[in-house]
């Protein structure tokens, strides 16, 4: 039995994470799409705090749920791994050194890189201080380069990571080892998002709390080569569009979608009110015209960006009680969906998804059908 829904979610299962839940992300290597992660992340209460810091540990606690779809479209947990908060996590898009990797930011400033097993097991690989400096500071968010390794064979793996502090970092793999390639501080407050060009992984793209939206070119030693303030509140989210070379989308506290060209960063194409501020933004896997947006206080969006000039919401999940931080698109086929799926209500061209929201600690696996 399907619980309530609206018209184009079908929500399959509902899970409770415990701890308040602000990540969530599909895996996109073959053999293993049917896995994704839940990631939380809670202050601890002031009895928990003092012993804590009695302990020298960290203030607040997170958990990285490991999960499989089975039929009929159930939630399996392979994995429940306790860890420092978790404020973002992002799969490589492709194998990297034969590894299934997973990099993880957390709140006591760590980059975790996690391997996935043949056996669907998650194994710390290796992690690093993000910046040696003392100061405590929260890393915020992190992309790959890889978007589009597997149609260039790219053999570079990097990764860029933003924290609390306003400074963008990035990292190489190599041996699995991670390099420190350089760090800049690119905003004067929280630097709450950082994403690659996809098509051009010399330029990474960040988003602050200062209300900036900046591009940086590692060639130039990291230094910003661009800036605007189109936003009129902190910059959250930035998704490059792996299938259209110059589309980049970003989201605010402002709670205004706007699709850019990335040849022309000094105005948006598109500005489209979303009634809430854009956490997560995310380009779908198959077509790359709609994108899935967290709108915290606004709920779950689908929208319709096959005419980048005029994007239209197409639907909204309205199920979760709370602040909508994680969304993502699951990379199975409609052959692989429909074999997960044992329903008659399942509908032939129907994509998984998953969902999940912050002080109701819920996460929803969803069959999604756009009309």
């Known amino acids: 039995m399907f619980q309530t829904q609206s018209n184009m979610f079908k929500i399959l299962e509902t899970f409770d994470t415990k701890l308040s839940a602000d990540s969530v992300e599909w895996c996109t290597i073959e053999g293993f799409r049917d896995h994704f992660v839940c990631g939380t992340y809670q202050l601890l209460n002031r009895e928990q705090q003092s012993e804590s810091l009695a302990n020298n540990t960290q203030k607040r606690q997170g958990t990285i749920y490991l999960f499989q779809v089975v039929t009929p479209g159930k939630l399996h947990l392979l994995q429940e791994i306790n860890v420092p908060g978790v404020l973002d996590m992002k799969w490589a898009h492709v194998l990297y050194e034969g590894h299934v990797l997973l990099g993880v930011v957390n709140s006591i400033g760590y980059l975790q890189l996690w391997q996935l097993t043949e056996e669907s097991q998650m194994n710390l690989l290796v992690e690093t201080k993000i910046r040696c400096v003392d100061d405590e500071y929260l890393a915020l968010s992190l992309d790959w380069s890889t978007g589009r390794s ?10 860029t990571i933003s924290d609390s502090k306003g400074f963008i970092t ?119 015209k ?24 197409l639907e909204q999940l309205k199920e979760h009680e709370s602040i909508a931080y994680g969304c993502d698109w699951s990379s199975l086929s409609k052959v692989q969906v429909k074999q997960k799926i044992d329903s008659d209500n399942y509908e032939d061209d129907a994509m998984l998804v998953a969902t999940c929201s912050f002080y109701d600690h819920t996460l929803k696996l969803s069959a999604l059908t756009i009309n």
């Open 290 to 313: 709609y994108l899935f947006a967290a709108c915290m206080y606004g709920h779950f969006k689908i929208i319709d960006c096959q005419h980048n000039d005029n994007p239209k919401i």
């Open 170 to 288: 990035v990292y190489s793999i190599s041996q699995e080892k991670l390099h420190c390639l350089g760090s800049q501080l690119a905003h004067q407050f929280e630097a709450w998002i950082t994403s690659f060009n996809y098509w051009d992984t010399n330029v990474i793209y960040s988003g602050g709390d200062d209300c900036k939206f900046k591009w940086f070119d590692t060639r130039t030693g990291l230094k910003s080569v661009g800036s605007n303030a189109v936003h009129t509140a902190g910059v959250t989210s930035l998704h490059s569009n792996v299938g259209k070379e110059y589309l980049l989308a970003s989201g605010s506290y402002d709670e205004v979608l706007r699709l850019w060209d990335t040849r022309h960063l000094r105005k948006a194409i598109s500005e489209t009110n979303m009634s809430g501020g854009i956490w997560r933004l995310k380009w779908d896997p198959f077509y790359h």
């Open 150 to 159: 597997c149609w260039n064979q790219s053999t570079e793996a990097r990764i």
